[in-house]
């Protein structure tokens, strides 16, 4: 089965990858096992399970048999030597930055980044001793520069929310090899089923599975893919911070989340395919001071993006207007299109990042993040795009009114 398993394309593998043990009742679908302990049939048995000598689950706080095959399943896709599951996606980007940091340490990485993993490196991290190096990721030279005995990681997004840059991880792989420094990416805004991370020179990454894999946007969750590269990295990854930190994953959510990677593939297709005509229309409107989209070749970094993504240029598009002012009136005239936080829901989202997400920061934070505060960022959801661009239509209108 597993020999079938490897030659199956990503999109099959979503749905048919075999659960670890067969199930009592032939259920095609993994049952949610919503309990927290598991009997051994002896004394020795148990102890091999507690001490990681066999794959058995042994209690749920750290491994569940329904989060372990939503883990497999993204194992299969990614080809990934391992797949942790946490309970969001700041839940895998904390275990994942504590396994790798410590007292002393440094992280090189840019200011173009979520708020909160913006504020986890600079300030949590920090009181852990933990210097954070901010720097233009686009600058090779400065990366090199920027690396020393302490480096423990080079962090970035695959696509800056909500910047939308998108830095060559071939290249800073490249630098980072040399140094023998990992390479972690947040790679939320591209689903996996779209690239192959390890090929691009990426030894972890992190994703919120809250996103795409969710879909209806049903539950908080978090992966930690790891390839293998740094085998002591893995062991603090599966020891320490699933053990110790606590953030494990409910079988719940997993089970939710396992439905949502048997459509991921055609989801993304479609609202990729509409945010692109969104983004087109977007452009024709003297309204619309600018719009930001990897897949519109006016984007700077559209070659950058195709040649590493390929041509489905993510569900988020990120737009100028004339001001703050313009930008709530918008936001407040949309009818269709929710006013809400979250990103490639099944429903089409508007948010005002300077106000709300990146609010808690301060007005200097904001600028050296280039946040600006006549920016929109939408996620494109699945329902008619005719019908996303008429509430965009008038909700522009009435913004200038």
């Known amino acids: 089965m597993f020999l079938q398993i490897i030659k199956m394309k990503k999109i099959t593998k979503a749905i048919h990858t075999p659960f670890q043990r067969r199930d009592v009742y032939d259920a095609l679908q993994m049952p949610v096992y919503n309990c927290l302990a598991f009997e051994f049939d002896n004394a020795s048995i148990m102890a091999d399970a507690f001490c990681g000598r066999i794959d058995a689950p042994d209690y749920s706080r750290v491994l569940n048999p329904t989060v372990t095959h939503l883990e497999d399943i993204v194992r299969n896709i990614t080809r990934a030597k391992e797949v942790s599951a946490f309970t969001s996606g700041m839940a895998a980007i904390s275990a994942m930055l504590f396994s790798v940091a410590a007292a002393g340490k440094n992280i090189i990485t840019s200011r173009h980044m979520f708020g909160n993993t913006f504020l986890l490196i600079s300030n949590t991290l920090k009181r852990f001793g933990v210097e954070a190096r901010f720097i233009d990721l686009a600058d090779s030279e400065a990366v090199r520069r920027s690396i020393d005995n302490n480096t423990c990681c080079v962090f970035l997004e695959s696509v800056t929310n909500p910047q939308t840059e998108v830095i060559d991880i071939r290249e800073i792989s490249k630098i980072a090899k040399e140094k023998d420094i990992p390479v972690i990416a947040d790679t939320t805004m591209i689903p996996f089923t779209e690239f192959d991370g390890e090929s691009i020179g990426l030894d972890f990454q992190v994703v919120s599975s809250t996103k795409y894999i969710s879909g209806g946007a049903t539950s908080l969750g978090g992966l930690i893919i790891d390839y293998g590269h740094y085998p002591e990295l893995s062991r603090l990854i599966k020891k320490d911070a699933v053990f110790n930190l606590g953030g494990y994953m409910t079988p719940q959510v997993a089970y939710m989340q396992t439905l949502g990677m048997e459509t991921l593939a055609v989801r993304y297709e479609r609202q990729a395919a509409s945010a692109l005509e969104v983004a087109k229309v977007l452009e024709t409107i003297p309204d619309v001071k600018r719009v930001y989209y990897p897949g519109l070749e006016s984007h700077p970094d559209h070659e950058i993006f195709t040649d590493i993504y390929g041509d489905k240029g993510s569900a988020m598009i990120v737009m ?46 904001r600028e050296e993040m280039d946040i600006k505060p006549n920016v929109i960022r939408l996620s494109i959801g699945l329902e008619d795009v005719d019908d996303i661009i008429v509430d965009l239509k008038q909700a522009i209108a009435s913004a200038n009114e």
Do not use: V, Y
């Open 320 to 365: 100028e207007l004339e001001n703050e002012e313009k930008c709530l009136k918008f936001i407040n005239s949309l009818k269709m299109i929710h006013r809400a936080t979250n990103l490639f829901d099944n429903r089409s989202l508007a948010i005002h990042p300077a106000s709300t997400i990146f609010g808690p920061l301060t007005p200097q934070q």
